[in-house]
């Protein structure tokens, strides 16, 4: 067995080169965030992926192997790589009966129970299977002491996940929170303003439509003023054009929403008018992971006419169960942005980072 080390910008990126160099087959051995200063300072995700290079000497004896008709002109060549290829043979097995790791059939009652603490964990079928699959795929490493990493990195390996963009850029951005009622959608807005404007040093604003829910416009204008953040509210869709332009020098607009029951599609239409005529760059979907699975299931497909391009889980420290957020993220291709874990500002949001959501959905632990 050999290993190779892959680094990317995101665990996607890194696991998408490891298989165009070492094909689908290749096992991933651990995954790690690491530092990288070589154009100033940036998270990069680190594979070690491993591989068995007999097989590689296999495939390229095979691809040398002459065909019948030169056969008779290089018989002794032919000979000679014949009782080559059968020693490559011969180390491949005798590696294989060596090694210290358990076959799939003595482990099958660790991963019969792994299989019911996914389930347990709200996983799809559809996920636990992609999960097994990957440990079938690493049999010949795993042993009981290291099964659960195995499954942590397996998850993983599955979760979409992308940073937030936080820079100075010649034109600001104006980016949407959207989502069900009571899902945290303003505490999360401040939150995000907050880390922008004191740590990040830019310039924010921030646009309110949420004119319905009592004391939401005041929460805001509260915050709004203690931070120095410049705040309007829009009344109507057709406030909206002038409200931007108000804040075009802005670095970021951040606009707060009305929540909205995913079952009253009359209300949802009204509230995506709000955006028909001045130009998103972003809008994130904010679900709770306190909801039930077919709840938030209903809530992602119902909100896709906002056409939004990540999500936000809140309420992480409230929920008994979190595998809904791979499920989701999985079904409609969309990445985790944020996760948010209480009611602090601007401490209680966390970027979302793939290993720590997989170490959350199967241990259950958010700190």
């Known amino acids: 067995m050999k290993t190779k080390k892959f680094i990317a910008p995101t665990l996607k990126e890194a696991t998408e080169k490891m298989k165009l160099e070492l094909g689908s087959e290749a096992i991933i051995l651990s995954t790690r ?37 030169s056969a008779n002109n290089h018989g002794l060549d032919f000979e000679k790589k014949i009782s ?7 180390k491949s097995l005798k590696n294989k009966s060596n090694g210290k790791t358990q076959n799939l059939t003595s482990l099958k009652d660790e991963i019969q129970t792994i299989a019911d603490t996914l389930f347990e964990r709200d996983l799809s079928k559809d996920v636990i299977k992609l999960v097994i699959n990957y440990l079938k795929k690493s049999k010949s490493y795993l042993t009981v002491d290291n099964l659960d ?111 909205r029951s995913q079952k009253n599609t009359a209300e949802l239409k009204k509230m995506n008018s709000f955006f028909s005529d001045v130009k998103i760059d972003e809008t994130y979907l904010a679900l709770s992971m306190t909801s039930s699975p077919k709840n938030l299931l209903d809530a992602a497909e119902k909100f896709k006419i906002f056409n939004y391009d990540s999500f936000v889980f809140t309420k992480i420290d409230e929920a008994v169960t979190h595998g809904s957020m791979l499920n989701l993220s999985l079904r409609f291709q969309k990445p985790i942005i944020y996760l948010t874990n209480g009611q602090i500002i601007p401490d209680d949001i966390l970027a979302a980072d793939s290993e720590y959501a997989a170490k959350l959905i199967y241990n259950g632990n958010f700190n």
């Open 84 to 90: 080559d290829f059968k020693t490559v043979i011969d």
């Open 149 to 259: 990493n195995y499954v942590i990195t397996g998850l993983a390996s599955l979760l979409n996940t992308r940073s937030f963009e936080i820079e100075k850029r010649k034109s600001g951005r104006v980016i949407s929170i959207i989502g069900p009622t009571g899902v945290g959608k303003t505490t999360c807005i401040a939150k995000l303003a907050a880390i922008s404007k004191i740590i990040h040093n830019l310039d924010i604003g921030i646009i309110s439509i949420d004119t319905y829910r009592l004391g939401a416009i005041d929460q805001l204008r509260i915050f709004s003023e203690i931070s120095n953040v410049d705040m309007l509210v829009a009344y109507e869709p057709s406030d909206m054009p002038k409200l931007i332009a108000k804040l075009k020098n802005k670095d970021l607009i951040f606009i707060d929403t009305t929540g």
């Open 33 to 69: 965030i690491i530092e990288n200063y070589d154009n100033g300072f940036r998270k990069m995700f680190e594979i070690v992926s491993a591989y068995e290079d007999e097989q590689r000497e296999i495939t390229e004896m095979l691809n040398q192997r002459p065909n019948v008709s």
